[in-house]
T-cell receptor, first 114, second 114 residues
Framework: DAGITQSPRYKITETGRQVTLMCHQT?????MFWYRQDLGHGLRLIYY???????DKGEVPDGYVVSRSKTENFPLTLESATRSQTSVYFC?????????????FGQGTRLTVV | AQSVTQLDSQVPVFEEAPVELRCNYS??????LFWYVQYPNQGLQLLLK??????LVKGINGFEAEFNKSQTSFHLRKPSVHISDTAEYFC????????????FGTGTSLTVIP
């Protein structure tokens, strides 16, 4: 089905483990984003990418790594998970150059670090 | 950079009553403005957006918002709410020509009381 998909939907991991959250979009949107959602903080931008091989930090990048070798994929890696990274993670895309000025969101990944 | 303030974290309202969810933004550049809705365990869905032109913007599900540049506000309104409108609502801002980053408020939880 077309759109933006995240996997897995739910993940439990242990402190210190590396974990990767996947994001795939079928629209060929230029921009992709990773947000985390926490109670009382709304959505905070972790990293974003303007195109393949171009990434930049957002508000809360520490502890996270991203890559974008292909336009359609934007994985987010927690190099050594900590309890403070327990959150709901959302991937989004947009394409302002083609008129899609808003962000389109995936369904989210609920990550619990124990 | 841009920022968004949603003045009410929780808004209870009786069914069929009107509602206004408040949003103020701060930006040194011209902006696009958005309202998103999030139902439990789902991603964010666009309600409406302001890009330019008419300051009154109509969206889905009977919602509308008015852009007020002098007050830097973008309040969301609905004349008569339904039980199904119970959800979390997020205001967001994106500055054009500033990297297309989206900044979100902390959200307003709307509860419609039967």
């Amino acid at each position: 089905d077309a759109g933006i998909t995240q996997s897995p939907r739910y993940k439990i991991t242990e402190t210190g483990r590396q974990v990767t959250l996947m994001c795939h979009q079928t629209w060929s949107h230029s921009y992709m984003f990773w947000y985390r959602q926490d109670l009382g903080h709304g959505l905070r931008l972790i990293y974003y990418s303007a195109a393949a091989d171009i990434t930049d930090k957002g508000e809360v990048p520490d502890g996270y790594v991203v890559s974008r070798s292909k336009t359609e994929n934007f994985p987010l890696t927690l190099e050594s998970a900590t309890r403070s990274q327990t959150s709901v993670y959302f991937c989004a895309s947009s394409n302002p150059g083609q008129g899609d000025t808003e962000a389109f969101f995936g369904q989210g990944t609920r990550l619990t670090v124990v | 950079a841009q920022s968004v303030t949603q003045l009410d974290s929780q808004v209870p309202v009786f069914e069929e009553a009107p509602v206004e969810l408040r949003c103020n933004y701060s930006s040194s550049v011209s902006v696009y403005l958005f309202w998103y809705v999030q139902y439990p365990n789902q991603g964010l869905q666009l309600l409406l957006k302001y890009l330019s032109g008419s300051t009154l913007v109509k969206g889905i599900n009977g919602f509308e918002a008015e852009f007020n540049k002098s007050q830097t506000s973008f309040h969301l309104r609905k004349p008569s709410v339904h039980i199904s409108d119970t959800a979390e609502y997020f205001c967001a801002v994106s500055g054009y020509n500033t990297g297309n980053q989206f900044y979100f408020g902390t959200g307003t939880s709307l509860t419609v009381i039967p």
